[in-house]
């Protein structure tokens, strides 16, 4: 898997986000976002997942362009900003349901990756009881459970307590050397460097690679 942006840029009612990004993911690394809050990370990402088309420019996965087949990127999982799920439901149930889509896991998959992410405890508590931490364990749980080949999270360890998060670096670090593409953003600069082979900078729309 090969993922290209070439000339992306984006506008909203005239005003630029993103202006002319250049970049290319390739298997078994780890790429890194950093910026201020508002810098225009999290469209970036919305843009990879084919949720905003860009105003001009192309997402190619494998060579195909996502933006004109109008479709959702091949083997791709993201966490874009806050997860959501039914609140009636329980952590376990919400996944369950989301898995029957494509009937590629078991229950056993499911409970196995609620343990990767220290939520197997609370699985069977109804997500509108859920902490904030909680929340995004879930998302994150959501994300790895069908062994996609692409991982896009944004922000990913927020509200997550310190044990879980060093956890969690590790099972990324894994999931890197599997040949997986995996995409973090965050404003926090620790997060990123701890984990990512190459690091951007988003910064008044402008992406830049730090040397």
């Known amino acids: 898997m090969k993922i290209r942006l070439i000339n992306v840029s984006k506008e909203f009612k005239k005003v630029p986000v993103l202006k002319n990004v250049n970049l290319e993911f390739e298997e078994g690394k780890i790429y890194g976002f950093v910026g201020r809050n508002g810098s225009g990370k999290s469209v970036l990402l919305k843009i990879m997942c084919n949720f905003y088309e860009p105003t001009t420019g192309e997402v190619l996965y494998d060579g195909v362009d996502i933006v004109k087949a109008k479709t959702y990127p091949p083997e791709t999982r993201a966490l874009i900003e806050s997860p959501s799920f039914l609140p009636d439901l329980t952590g376990f149930e919400n996944l369950k349901l989301l898995a029957a889509i494509q009937h590629k896991i078991s229950d056993e998959d499911i ?8 939520l197997d405890d609370e699985m069977n508590k109804k997500y509108s009881n859920y902490s904030l931490g909680m929340k995004q364990k879930l998302g994150i749980a959501q994300v790895l459970m069908e062994n996609p080949k692409v991982i896009i999270l944004d922000e990913p360890f927020n509200g997550v307590e310190n044990e879980t998060v060093k956890k969690l670096r590790k099972v990324l670090l894994d999931e890197k050397e599997k040949g997986k593409i995996i995409i973090l953003a965050s404003h926090i600069k620790d997060d990123i460097e701890e984990l990512a082979d190459v690091v951007y900078e988003v910064d008044a729309g402008n992406v830049t690679e730090r040397k």
Do not use: P
Request: hydrophobic letters at 50%; aromatic letters at 0%; proline letters at 0%.
């Open 111 to 118: 409970v196995k990756t609620l343990k990767l992410v220290n």
